[in-house]
C-alpha cells in the first residue's frame, strides 16, 4: 500500500496554509520549508502536468534516483473549506467547481428543460475545467491528479485486438503481460462484490439497463473502477463518510477514490526526490545550454499571474494532458522557439467517439432514487459490425425518482480533429466541425434505437440543451495531438529535439475504445522504462 499524499507529511499544516493564502504552492519532502517560489532553478527532471503520464514519470523518475519537480496549473487539494470538506457537492457547486467560472458548466445543463442544474459561483482555480472550441468542448481535471481528481474512475483495459489496430507499433504482449498489470495494480483497480451488486438500492439504475440490453440480445460487462467498493459497501453500511453514495463526482471526491495524489504522486512524494508546484503553469519551453527551458507562470488564487520564472531542465517530461501538452508544442514550434518539431505535432486529436444519451424509462420500471456515482456496467456492443459501441451506464444522483437511464457512448469514430495555433491569442484552436461527430451520433442511435423499441421506452430530450435526445458537443476523453511514431519515436521521445518527451493521453491517436487512463499509465509505464533505461541511466547528467 502508497502513502497517502497528505499535509502530515509534506508540509506543516500552517505552512500549507500559509502558502495557499499566497496561491504558488512547493510540495515535497525535501522542500518542507521552501513555499516561496524560486527566482531561477534548474531541475535535473522537470515534469509538467501531475496527471496519469505525468505521474508515472515522476514517480519512475524519482525510483532511478533523479530528483524531480512537477509543475501543475491547477492547486494540491488537500485543504478543508469552511464546510470542512475539500471538495464541494456536485448538486450544490462553490467556487470550487470550476476553474476561472463566474457560473459552473456542467454536462448535463438542464433538467425537464430547466436551468436548474449550473449555479453562480466566484472565480476560483476550482478542480474541473471546461475547455470550448465552438463544436467541440473538452472537459478536464486542474489540480495535483489532473483527470483522476474528477473523473469516474472506470479503469478498463482495451479489448486486445482494438488496442492492436489503434497502437499497432506498440508490442501487445509487453502491455498486456507487463504494463496493464503494472498500472492496473499501482493505480489501486478493484470490482466490484458480484452478490453486493445484485442486491443493493445504489446500483438498481445499472441492473435496470442490463435487463433492457438483455432484452435486445446486447451483452454487458463488469467495469473496474479505482473507487474503493469497500468504502462503498461502508458507506452503504453507514460506518464509513458517504461520497460515492452522497452523489460525489465531477467536482471531486471527499472519500473512497484512489485519485493520484493517494496512489503514484503519494509514493513519487515518498521517495523524498519529487516536489510538486502548484498553480505554476507553464508558458513555454525553448532550448538551453542545459537542455530545456521552460517559462512558468505562478499564479494566486484569482487567477492573476504573482511571478514568472525559468527553470532550466536536462529533461522535459510532457504530461499536461492532450490538449495542454499539443497546445505547449505546437506554440514551441510556430513561434519558432522549437523549430525543428515535426508537423505531426497538432494532428491526430479524437475524442475517442464519446456521445451521452438518456432514455425514459416506464413508471412501472423504477431507476432508483439511491445512485453510487461510481458506473461498474458497460453496455458492450463493440463487435457489432457497422455500429460499435461501448455504453457505460451512467448514474443520475438526483436523489429521486427520475426513470432515467443515462449512458456515456463511446463510439468508433474515424474522423480526426487537428489543432492551428492562433498567434494574436497565443493559444492552440481545435479544427473540429460538428459534422464529424456523424459516426458517433449514428452508432448511438443504432444503439439507444434498439434499446427503446425492445423496450417500448423513448429518448429523454431535456437534459443536454437544444432538446437533443445525443449529447454529441463535448467529452471527456481527449485524445492525441502529439501521437506515437508520428509527433514522437516509438516511445514518446519528441521528433526534432533531444531531451523532451511526451509522457500523456496525446500519444493516443484519438479513439481506444474504452476509457482511457489505464491505457495512459500503461503506456507511460512501458515508456518510461525505456526512456530511464536508454536514455537516463546510460546519461545520467543529460546534457
Ligand atoms: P490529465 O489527467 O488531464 O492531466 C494533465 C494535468 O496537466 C492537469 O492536472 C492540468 O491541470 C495540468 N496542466 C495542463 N496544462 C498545464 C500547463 N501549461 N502547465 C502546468 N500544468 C498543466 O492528463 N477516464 C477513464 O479512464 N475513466 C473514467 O471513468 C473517466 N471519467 C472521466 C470523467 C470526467 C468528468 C473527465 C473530465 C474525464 C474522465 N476520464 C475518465 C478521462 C481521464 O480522466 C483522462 O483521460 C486522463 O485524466 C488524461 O490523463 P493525462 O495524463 O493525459
Request: charged letters at 20%; one cysteine or more.
Amino acid at each position: 500500500m502508497t502513502p497517502q499524499l497528505t499535509r502530515r507529511h509534506l508540509l506543516g499544516a500552517a505552512a500549507l496554509q500559509t502558502a495557499a493564502a499566497l496561491g504558488f504552492t512547493r510540495v515535497g519532502l525535501a522542500s518542507a520549508q521552501a513555499v516561496q517560489p524560486p527566482a531561477a532553478d534548474h531541475a535535473p527532471a522537470l515534469v509538467i502536468g501531475s496527471g496519469y503520464g505525468a505521474a508515472v514519470a515522476a514517480l519512475r523518475l524519482a525510483r532511478a534516483g533523479v530528483r524531480t519537480v512537477v509543475l501543475e496549473m491547477g492547486r494540491l487539494w488537500e485543504t478543508p473549506g469552511p464546510d470542512g470538506k475539500v471538495f464541494c457537492r456536485t448538486i450544490a457547486p462553490d467556487h470550487r467547481s470550476m476553474w476561472f467560472r463566474t457560473r459552473t458548466e456542467a454536462p448535463l445543463a438542464t433538467f425537464l428543460w430547466l436551468d436548474v442544474v449550473n449555479r453562480n459561483i466566484s472565480p476560483y482555480p476550482g478542480v474541473l475545467d471546461r475547455i470550448d472550441y465552438g463544436d467541440m468542448a473538452v472537459y478536464v481535471g486542474r489540480g495535483v491528479g489532473g483527470g483522476s481528481l474528477v473523473n469516474g474512475g472506470m479503469a478498463v483495459t482495451p479489448p486486445r485486438s482494438y488496442f492492436s489496430e489503434v497502437l499497432p507499433q506498440v508490442d501487445a504482449d509487453a502491455m498486456y503481460g507487463t504494463y496493464f498489470p503494472r498500472a492496473r495494480s499501482a493505480l489501486g483497480v478493484n470490482s466490484i462484490d458480484r452478490a453486493w451488486f445484485e442486491s443493493t438500492p445504489w446500483y438498481r439504475y445499472s441492473r435496470v439497463s442490463r435487463a433492457h440490453a438483455a432484452r435486445a440480445g446486447i451483452g454487458t460487462v463488469f467495469v473496474p473502477n479505482v473507487y474503493d467498493f469497500d468504502h462503498m459497501r461502508r458507506e452503504a453500511a453507514g460506518t464509513a463518510p458517504k461520497s460515492a453514495l452522497a452523489g460525489e463526482v465531477l467536482y471531486g471526491n471527499n472519500h473512497g477514490k484512489r485519485s493520484l495524489d493517494k496512489t503514484y504522486l503519494a509514493a513519487a512524494l515518498a521517495t523524498g526526490l519529487v516536489t510538486v508546484e502548484t498553480l505554476s503553469r507553464v508558458r513555454a519551453v525553448r532550448p538551453h545550454a542545459r537542455g530545456h527551458v521552460v517559462t512558468v507562470e505562478r499564479l494566486d488564487l484569482r487567477g492573476r499571474v504573482r511571478a514568472t520564472d525559468e527553470i532550466t531542465t536536462s529533461r522535459l517530461f510532457l504530461g499536461a494532458g492532450s490538449l495542454g501538452t499539443t497546445e505547449l508544442l505546437l506554440r514551441a514550434r510556430e513561434t519558432g522557439a522549437l523549430p525543428d518539431l515535426s508537423p505531426e505535432v497538432g494532428r491526430g486529436w479524437g475524442h475517442n467517439g464519446n456521445v451521452m444519451a438518456a432514455r425514459a424509462n416506464h413508471v412501472w420500471d423504477p431507476v432508483g432514487a439511491r445512485q453510487s456515482t461510481m458506473p461498474v456496467l458497460g453496455i458492450d456492443d463493440w463487435n457489432n459490425p457497422t455500429h460499435p459501441v461501448f455504453a457505460e451506464v451512467a448514474p443520475l444522483p438526483m436523489g429521486l425518482e427520475h426513470w432515467i437511464s443515462l449512458y456515456l457512448a463511446i463510439t468508433k469514430n474515424p474522423e480526426r480533429g487537428h489543432f492551428v495555433y492562433d498567434a494574436v491569442r497565443d493559444r492552440a484552436r481545435l479544427r473540429w466541425s460538428r459534422d464529424q461527430n456523424g459516426p458517433s451520433v449514428a452508432a448511438a442511435r443504432s444503439l439507444f434505437g434498439r434499446l427503446n423499441r425492445v423496450n417500448g421506452t423513448v429518448y429523454r430530450h431535456d437534459l443536454f440543451g437544444g432538446n437533443r435526445a445525443i449529447a454529441d458537443d463535448f467529452t471527456y476523453h481527449p485524445l492525441g495531438g502529439c501521437v506515437l511514431g508520428r509527433a514522437t519515436d516509438l516511445y514518446g521521445r519528441v521528433r526534432g529535439h533531444r531531451g523532451i518527451y511526451v509522457v500523456d493521453g496525446s500519444l493516443i491517436p484519438g479513439s481506444l475504445g474504452v476509457n482511457p487512463f489505464v491505457t495512459i499509465t500503461a503506456l507511460a509505464e512501458r515508456n518510461m522504462e525505456r526512456i530511464i533505461r536508454e536514455d537516463v541511466l546510460r546519461d545520467p547528467r543529460g546534457r
